[in-house]
């Protein structure tokens, strides 16, 4: 994720944060300071940071039960807003899903009940109310609020909508009943329903409920298009779906004959072969500008060449074609042919054209031409 610096590992995973996030500790310290002094910023800054800690720990609750299952997550981010874990795949098991989505919040329980423990009988049920009315009242206890923000991120994180943990688990369940399909469909209505009448009532009074409102619709949306294109693409290889009317360039051109290339065509992604007719790497428009204006049009292309480090074959199923665009960030992979020649291309822009036919036509069955 763009704006991130990375703090460290755990694990196979990286630990990020957004620079974002720096600007959140810096207002909160500076709005408590002016309000109660330099106590109260350490005090507010000290909470968040604890909380945040806290908001880690829960999504290492996700990532390392998915590594059960045998998903890898490359990194985790946190935002002012919170953490995403980067799993590269949810499970295919409802029942897989259940226990990632849930590992979370029960991660945030564990918390939340050492911290009562801790406290023992000095905490009652007024001071956890204000450890979530007062958040940064200097005066309430650090740990009190820390507890009742434990229970908070439960509470919020169970909502039953996309992206919450609560819609996933609706998902699983969903799905164990009335497969995955059809699961999808109803929980990422329930999350616009839910989504719209948070907007609703934030309409008297908290703003705060509107900007909620938008990020679950949109993410619910967003759950239902995911879901529409696993289940277009489930039945249909990688040599369904990939480009065959395209151009390659050589390996010995310059960036002149790339920009010629480019401007006689439709492409924006070239793959690169050389003399044999194997592909090498993959020439993107953005990489080609870039290097034309550093080092101007007489250099060969290779300075502009993306390595391929992944290729697909034409018999892989479509929904492994996907993951590994996904997994290696790109916008276009090679196809190979069984005797290791360049048989196509995957592209992003590919999958979405079949997507806006299914949109449009649901019935129609896609094959290769």
């Not at 709005?31 to 720990?57: E, K, P, Y």
């Not at 807003?81 to 980067?86: H, L, R």
């Not at 009190?144 to 688990?169: E, H, Q, S, Y």
């Not at 010995?252 to 592909?279: H, W």
Request: include cysteine.
């Amino acid at each position: 994720m763009g704006w991130s610096i990375t703090l460290g590992r755990a694990g196979e995973t990286a630990i990020r944060i957004h620079l974002t996030f720096l600007l959140l500790l810096i207002w909160i310290g500076v709005s408590a300071w002016l309000r109660g002094g330099a106590g109260a910023a350490v005090h507010n800054v000290v909470f968040i940071v604890l909380l945040f800690a806290c908001v880690l720990l829960h999504e290492f609750g996700h990532i390392l039960m998915a590594r059960r299952f045998g998903i890898p997550t490359p990194e985790v981010t946190l935002l002012p807003i919170g953490g995403v874990a980067m799993l590269q795949r949810l499970p295919d098991k409802p029942g897989e899903q259940l226990l990632v989505a849930i590992a979370g919040p029960a991660v945030n329980v564990v918390i939340a009940a050492i911290l009562f423990v801790a406290l023992g009988a000095s905490l009652s049920a007024e001071q956890l109310a204000q450890g979530l009315t007062r958040i940064d009242d200097p005066q309430i206890s650090l740990l009190a609020k820390l507890a009742a923000a434990n229970v908070f991120l439960v509470l919020f994180n169970m909502i039953p909508a996309f992206p919450m943990d609560g819609g996933r688990v609706l998902n699983a369940l969903l799905a164990m009943r009335i497969g995955k399909r059809r699961a999808i469909e109803i929980s990422a209505r329930i999350g616009q329903a839910l989504a719209i009448a948070f907007g609703f009532l934030g309409l008297f009074g908290n703003p705060l409920l509107i900007f909620i409102a938008i990020f679950i619709y949109m993410a619910a949306a967003s759950e239902a298009d995911v879901s529409a294109l696993h289940d277009v693409t489930a039945d249909l290889s990688v040599a369904d779906a990939m480009e065959t009317g395209f151009h390659s360039i050589h390996a010995d051109k310059s960036l002149e004959d790339a920009v010629d290339m480019l401007l006689a065509t439709p492409q924006v992604e070239f793959p690169v072969v050389d003399y044999a007719g194997k592909p090498v790497g993959i020439l993107a428009r953005d990489n080609l500008l870039a290097a034309l204006r550093e080092h101007g049009p007489s250099t060969g292309i290779m300075s502009a060449v993306t390595e391929m480090k992944t290729t697909l074959q034409t018999g892989e199923p479509l929904p492994a074609g996907l993951e590994a665009l996904n997994a290696n960030n790109a916008s276009a992979l090679c196809v190979l042919a069984p005797d290791g020649s360049l048989a196509g291309m995957l592209t992003r822009q590919n999958i979405a054209e079949m997507m806006m036919i299914h949109a449009a036509r649901p019935q129609w069955r896609f094959r290769r031409l």
